[in-house]
Antibody, heavy 128, light 109 residues
Framework: QVQLQESGPGLVKPSQTLSLSCTVSGGSISRGDYYWSWTRQPPGKGLEWIGYIHYIGSTYYNPSLKSRVTISVDTSKNQFSLKLYSVTAADTAVYYC????????????????????WGQGTTVTVSS | EIVLTQSPATLSLSPGERVTLSCRASQSVSSYLAWYQQKPGQAPRLLIYDASNRATGIPGRFSGSGSGTDFTLTISSLEPEDFAVYYCQQRSNRPPRVTFGGGTKVEIK
């Protein structure tokens, strides 16, 4: 079955760029009508959606982070990536990648299938 | 932006009890709502999709209901492994965006 694995530095200095990748295994990132998503969770807090990308390149971002975020996809590596610019201590969090199965039409009815596959998460600390 | 409000923030219950968690949206999300369970140190796990459909492998004691702005997750009889934090999440379609509720922690009484 499809599995996701985040990778990237665990420590980033303030004002620098946080860069993470998510490798998809067990299936092609280009197959199906999925959206490939990033979500984060600050220590002791809830989940915050960052944004997602469709394999054809369409991207959608959380308006509160849009000015600092870029999500991209590399179909040749079966990966998608996150860049968060000008980070501060408030960006310290566990970062998760996930597959969003999107809204699908079945027998003339629309269903939202949810984020059905998640990576294990990677902790990123912003500190000098 | 659609805001999801979950209540209560914390529930203290005993194994075997019935649990009802609430999620209210600031505007209609149709049925485009999912529920997740998260245990400490783990990624969220999809429980319910499209408001009322159990995800693959989810036990029958979990059920979801609602549409529009008011949604409920019910656990018919709490098992020890069900003590966790539960999040609701909506997905708007135009533009495609996601928001999560603040979560409800179900703890052992």
């Amino acid at each position: 079955q499809v599995q996701l694995q985040e990778s990237g530095p665990g420590l980033v200095k303030p004002s620098q760029t946080l860069s993470l990748s998510c490798t998809v295994s067990g299936g092609s990132i280009s197959r199906g009508d999925y959206y490939w998503s990033w979500t984060r969770q600050p220590p002791g807090k809830g989940l915050e959606w960052i944004g997602y990308i469709h394999y054809i390149g369409s991207t959608y971002y959380n308006p509160s982070l849009k000015s600092r975020v870029t999500i991209s996809v590399d179909t040749s590596k079966n990966q998608f990536s996150l860049k968060l610019y000008s980070v501060t201590a408030a960006d310290t969090a566990v970062y998760y990648c996930a597959r969003d199965a999107g809204v699908v039409v079945v027998a003339a009815r629309y269903y939202y299938y949810g984020m059905d596959v998640w990576g294990q998460g990677t902790t990123v600390t912003v500190s000098s | 932006e659609i805001v999801l409000t979950q209540s209560p923030a914390t529930l203290s219950l005993s194994p075997g009890e019935r649990v009802t968690l609430s999620c209210r949206a600031s505007q209609s999300v149709s049925s485009y709502l999912a529920w997740y369970q998260q245990k400490p140190g783990q990624a969220p796990r999809l429980l319910i999709y499209d408001a009322s459909n159990r995800a693959t492998g989810i036990p029958g004691r979990f059920s979801g209901s609602g549409s529009g702005t008011d949604f409920t997750l019910t656990i018919s009889s709490l098992e020890p492994e069900d003590f966790a934090v539960y999040y609701c999440q909506q997905r708007s379609n135009r533009p495609p965006r996601v928001t999560f509720g603040g979560g409800t922690k179900v703890e052992i009484k």
